[in-house]
């Protein structure tokens, strides 16, 4: 019993936080790998090709145990608008994060809940019953959590921790106010793409249960179509030649860690739902300005703080609604004699 609530509910909690954790260190990567000229083309065909082929080892290892069924045709234009929403979502928030910055991306990405809970109702993948305790709870929750996240980024207090060397990342060198509200809605756009994401790759596990063979697919696809576009955006072929410094670490990071969060995220998905996932978007907002503090130099203020315990709030809301849910799913299929009474 402890074993089965270990795995349903601690360990995907843990993993999720583990992918924003790496996933913010992954923006403030390359955004130092910009300011000394990467551009976000070629990053991101690399990250798709090496992610490619780090998983191809994984897909021996670890097989599917499933019964697959065959790849017809509303299995492969859903896989195709899988890959165009995530491949072309990533190019956009990279371009955002070169524009604007990391924090910045974090504080949109508080957008994904809404955007997916909004589609998850549309397309009837999550029930809603304004009168049942575990909807409220999920609508509060996701409402809480999004409210803190406007804290950390809205309220800025007093300073809690202070660094020597600060280094800012809230306005970087070179960003003008074009240039950041242009970089805002591309993350904008970006965290859209990625809540259509959500949605069909739930769409997809339901047909195709298969995590690493999924993501292996979206990465693959994602070469093909990236790698001709963004040779087009980049035709100096010198521009392509990594050297020893701070980018080819950043797209060899990307590369192994954008395959580990996509393996995460479509577990989390195919095991808790497309919501589930999406409601840790707001957290790397904290985890951003912590990260910051303590990586980077950056001063730690009372806003992020207090930002923090909000959205951990909201965490907790959220879980708890999904627990309760699942809880009932589960009384309903050991007792299905009570319910026709």
């Not at 990053?43 to 994984?58: M, R």
């Not at 959220?318 to 299905?336: F, L, N, R, S, T």
């Amino acid at each position: 019993m402890a074993r089965a609530y270990c795995r349903r509910e601690v360990l995907p909690f843990a993993a999720m936080i583990g992918a924003e954790c790496v996933n913010v260190g992954l923006n403030i990567l390359f955004k130092a790998a910009t300011l000394r000229g990467m551009s976000y083309n070629i990053f991101s065909a690399y990250s798709f090709a090496i992610s490619t082929i780090v998983l191809i080892p994984f897909l021996f290892i670890f097989p599917s145990t499933a019964v697959l069924p065959s790849f017809k045709l509303p299995l492969v234009y859903r896989i195709c608008l899988l890959v165009f929403a995530g491949s072309f979502g990533k190019i956009l928030g990279y371009k955002g994060i070169e524009y604007s910055s990391p924090t910045l991306s974090s504080a949109i990405s508080n957008l994904v809940p809404v955007f997916t809970f909004i589609l998850a109702i549309i397309f009837r993948m999550e029930k809603v019953a304004i009168r049942s305790s575990s909807t409220q709870a999920k609508i509060i929750g996701t409402t809480v959590s999004i409210s803190g996240a406007f804290v950390v980024v809205l309220y800025k207090g007093p300073t809690v921790f202070t660094s020597v060397s600060s280094v800012s990342l809230q306005w970087p060198l070179g960003s003008s106010q074009s240039q950041w509200l242009i970089g805002g809605l591309l993350l904008v756009a970006e965290f859209l793409l990625f809540s259509i994401f959500y949605i069909v790759l739930a769409q997809v596990m339901k047909i195709y249960p298969a995590e690493f063979t999924v993501v292996f697919l979206y990465n693959l696809f994602a070469t093909i179509l990236c790698v001709p576009v963004c040779l087009i955006a980049e035709p100096n072929f010198s521009s392509w030649i990594l050297r020893p410094s701070i980018a080819i670490a950043a797209v060899i990071y990307s590369g192994f860690i954008g395959a580990f969060i996509n393996v995460v995220h479509t577990w989390g998905l195919h095991l808790k739902g497309p919501v589930y996932v999406a409601i840790f978007r707001p957290l790397s907002i904290a985890i951003a300005a912590a990260m910051s503090a303590l990586f980077l130099g950056e001063a730690l203020y009372l806003g992020s703080v207090i930002g923090a315990v909000i959205i951990s709030t909201g965490f907790y809301a959220v879980i708890w609604g999904k627990a309760k849910e699942e809880a009932m799913v589960d009384d309903d299929q050991q007792h299905p004699l009570l319910q026709k009474l």
